[in-house]
């Protein structure tokens, strides 16, 4: 009882208060099983060849390679840690809409990562770009370097089309 005469109203209960997460992924190992689990580890296989094939080629036009750098080691990292958070099961234990999230996770990392597919492939146009390097005129690129930028736009693109079927799978999912 309080001062007034009133009963003091029992406090809230957490479990009530809180709804359970929506997530429709399975959670531990067999998330593997499903096509969002094996896109995602083919996001992951190909985004670090992009990141390590880039990386390879000596970044010959860092501005552009740059921005291609960074998208593919944010995305690798970012994969590996929603990855990780599935095959632990922590996504049963933290309140939130996953299937939202996972929308909203791979839309963005596809419109980064088809930005990053166009600079890298046209950075690989400009091979035959004349440049002086002290006193001698020669090719941006070299032909093993062309030749690794070639690898690394077509996985760019290889990558990119896995995070936009992981898109499509997502927006699946998410629509009621």
Same mark, same amino acid.
């Given at each position: 009882?309080?001062?007034?005469?009133?009963?003091?109203?029992?406090?809230? %209960?957490?479990?009530?208060?809180?709804?359970?997460?929506?997530?429709?992924?399975?959670?531990?190992?067999?998330?593997?099983?499903?096509?969002? /689990?094996?896109?995602?580890?083919?996001?992951?296989? &190909?985004?670090?060849? !992009?990141?390590?094939?880039?990386? +390879?080629? %000596?970044?010959?036009?860092?501005?552009?390679?740059?921005? !291609?750098?960074?998208?593919?080691?944010?995305? =690798?990292?970012?994969?590996?840690?929603?990855?990780?958070?599935?095959?632990?099961?922590?996504?049963?234990?933290?309140?939130?809409?996953?299937? =939202?999230?996972?929308?909203?996770?791979?839309?963005?990392?596809?419109? &980064?990562? &088809?930005?990053? =597919? @166009? @600079?890298?492939?046209?950075?690989? +146009?400009?091979?035959?770009?004349?440049?002086?390097?002290?006193?001698?005129?020669?090719?941006?690129?070299?032909?093993?370097?062309?030749?690794?930028? !070639?690898?690394?736009?077509?996985?760019?693109? !290889?990558?990119?089309?896995?995070? /936009?079927?992981?898109?499509?799978?997502?927006?699946?999912?998410?629509?009621?």
């Amino acid at each position: 009882m309080s001062a007034g005469g009133a009963p003091v109203p029992p406090p809230p %209960n957490p479990a009530v208060s809180f709804p359970a997460p929506r997530v429709t992924l399975p959670v531990g190992t067999d998330i593997l099983r499903t096509y969002s /689990g094996a896109f995602v580890c083919l996001e992951i296989v &190909f985004g670090g060849l !992009v990141w390590i094939l880039v990386a +390879s080629s %000596n970044v010959p036009l860092p501005l552009l390679q740059g921005w !291609v750098m960074f998208v593919s080691v944010t995305a =690798f990292i970012c994969s590996l840690l929603f990855l990780g958070v599935f095959l632990s099961g922590v996504v049963t234990q933290i309140n939130a809409n996953w299937n =939202f999230l996972d929308l909203a996770y791979h839309f963005t990392v596809f419109v &980064f990562y &088809f930005g990053a =597919f @166009l @600079l890298q492939a046209a950075a690989t +146009s400009l091979h035959d770009l004349r440049c002086n390097r002290t006193m001698a005129v020669q090719p941006l690129l070299n032909d093993d370097k062309y030749n690794i930028n !070639v690898a690394a736009t077509i996985f760019a693109f !290889v990558t990119t089309a896995c995070y /936009g079927c992981s898109l499509g799978l997502a927006l699946r999912r998410w629509r009621p």
